[in-house]
């Protein structure tokens, strides 16, 4: 049988489980909370926080 490509999707989930085995939860909870900080805070240095108060009144007229 030959073998055939993975998808995206199916790569991904494959190198997910990799590195959960390699490094454990702790690991996606450690970088999740510095990607959370550090996103924020350029988004609001790139923006202002003027870009915060028209995403959310656009997101409340819906």
Request: hydrophobic share 15%; charged share 35%; aromatic share 10%.
């Amino acid at each position: 049988m030959a073998s055939r490509k993975l998808t995206r999707s199916e790569a991904g989930r494959k190198g997910g489980k990799s590195t959960l085995k390699k490094y454990g939860t702790e690991f996606y909870q450690e970088i999740g909370q510095k990607g959370g900080r550090k996103g924020g805070q350029t988004t609001k240095k790139r923006y202002g926080t003027k870009f915060y108060q028209e995403i959310g009144r656009k997101g409340g007229l819906k």
